[in-house]
Structure formats: C-alpha cells, structure tokens
C-alpha cells in the first residue's frame, strides 16, 4: 500500500478516536479543563511506553532532532490546553472551529519550513472543505468573548505547528511511539504542579470517563502521528474533517442531537472534496510513475 493512502487510513481512525475522545470529555462533566488534559496525556504515555517496550525501540532522540521533538511537545501542549480551555469556555461549535484551523496552520508551516510545495487545486481543496466545516458548525463570532477566542485561535496555530513538527521528525527517522511518548510525559509534566495544589475529587464514573478519553485519545494520537510520518500536510489534511462526520454519527446515538440542513450540506460538501482530492493525488502519482517508465 502507497504511503499516502495508509496516511489517509490513519488520519481517519485518528478523527473517529478524537470524536470518542471528546464524547467522554463530554461525559466527564465538570471538571478542570487542566485535570482533563493530564488524564488525557498521562494514559497516552503509559500507551506509548507499553509499545515502545513491546516493540524493543529505545527511548531516544537524535541530537540533531531535539529542537523538533521539543516544538512537537511544546505546541502539541499548548494547542491541547488552548482548545480545552475555548471549549470550557465558548459555544461549543464555535470552538470546534478554530481548533479546525490546525490543517491550514499545517499545511501553511510544511510549505514555510518543510519547503513542500502546494499546488493551487490543493490549496482550493482544503478551502473547499473548510466551508464546509462553517456549514456545519455555524460559527457566531458576535457571540464570542475575546480572550476564550484568541486562546482557541492559538490553540489551532499550536496543533498545526505540532503536526508540522511531526512531519519533519518522521522523515528523519523518528519513530511514531517516540514522538507520542515525548509530547504525553511533556504534556503531563507541565500540567502536573497545577493538579497537585488544584485537584478535583472524581467520582468513580468520571475516572472511567477520563480514561476511556485517555484511550482514545491515545489511539487518535498513535493515528495522526503515522499520518503525518507517512504524507505530506497538504495532501491528507482535507481527510481529518472527516471527525464531523463522525462527531454527527454519535452525537445522534449518544446526545440525541440531530443534525439541521445546514450540516447535512457541509457533510456533503467534505465528503466530496475529501473524495475529489483522494483521487486528484492518486492520478498525479500515477501520472508521474507513467511518465517514469
């Protein structure tokens, strides 16, 4: 299988992880928005050292690697804890749309700094497909205060400057469970001094609740971590909005929440730039292997 379309099949399982993530986020109920990001990262790292010890891959970076590894965790971190923070704080959809900015902060950053070029039917793809998103989430931006908007704004910047990060050290050899490993205990780190003085009691439901978000949220970050060792930004980040889909899926069967035209219109709008894309990529590649023979 080419490396582009196992990139596809993981951004995908990535979004349906991140959609059973933010479920029992949900479900969780009111706890600190920095007590939710520790459970999420912590059980990401026991995750990621099981494989590591599994698999024999030692926990090791390379020198010339270190200032990457660091800005992977660094911004993973603070786009975690931004988005957190904006969905505590604002209408919901609102902040599920500027967490969406990450594909286009990551498909801005691989051209800057990776050099990867962009052709302008990509570029029109990616736009196609945040419309959209706008469809679906109906954004009121009148309705917003400033500083939670700001702070959710970064926080699509943070996650799309990580996701370039992960690019750069998958094509120099860094493995997927590393990269995850380095940002969980960075995350857990940095959240820890504030869990330690500002603990919340839980009930025995809201630690299952986090730990299944914490499962979850493991496997979406195994997910898009192998996506992006295995593609380009610009040529899988369309496939990511493929989590409304299914964030539809289950707020139907979970939250009784039914969809209104509006949304059903941008479902069908990302469904085909997602397919349109899909195959524009595939006969590029099949063009050039032609040419090449």
């Known amino acids: 299988m080419r490396s582009k379309n196992k990139a596809i099949i993981f951004i995908l399982c990535s979004a349906f992880c991140f959609t059973l993530m933010n479920a029992f986020i949900r479900l ?16 990401a790292a026991v995750c990621a050292l099981a494989i590591l010890r599994k698999d024999g891959i030692k926990i090791s970076c390379a020198k010339e ?28 959809s609102d902040a599920s749309m500027l967490n969406k900015m990450s594909p286009f902060f990551a498909v801005v950053f691989s051209a800057i700094f990776l050099k990867e070029k962009t052709t302008s ?23 917003m205060e400033l500083f939670p908007s700001i702070i959710g704004f970064i926080g699509g910047l943070g996650a799309g400057a990580a996701y370039t990060c992960v690019r750069y050290l998958g094509s120099r050899g860094e493995k997927g469970p590393v990269i995850v490993f380095f940002f969980s205990v960075f995350s857990c780190a940095v959240t820890l001094p504030y869990l330690i003085f500002n603990f919340v009691p839980m009930t025995l439901y809201q630690t ?45 069967f979970m939250f009784e929440q039914i969809p209104d035209v509006f949304s059903i219109l941008g479902y069908f709008i990302i469904i085909s730039v997602a397919i349109v894309m899909f195959i524009y990529n595939n006969r590029g590649s099949d063009d050039k292997k032609t040419s090449e023979g």
């Open 121 to 143: 039917f990509q570029v029109c793809t990616v736009i196609a497909a945040f419309v959209g998103s706008l469809f679906i989430i109906k954004p009121t931006f009148s309705n």
């Open 208 to 252: 299952v609740m986090l730990l299944l978000t914490g499962v979850f949220a493991a496997g979406g970050q195994f997910a898009i971590t192998a996506a992006y060792t295995h593609a380009p930004a610009k040529e899988i980040s369309v496939f990511d909005y493929s989590q409304v889909i299914f964030s539809a899926i289950f707020g139907y």
């Open 65 to 92: 690697n270190r200032l990457a590894m660091f800005l992977r965790a660094f911004c993973g971190t603070a786009g975690l804890l931004c988005n957190f923070y904006a969905v505590d704080r604002l209408v919901l």
């Open 28 to 43: 969780s109920g009111d706890l600190p928005f920095i007590q939710k990001s520790f459970f999420r990262n912590s059980v």
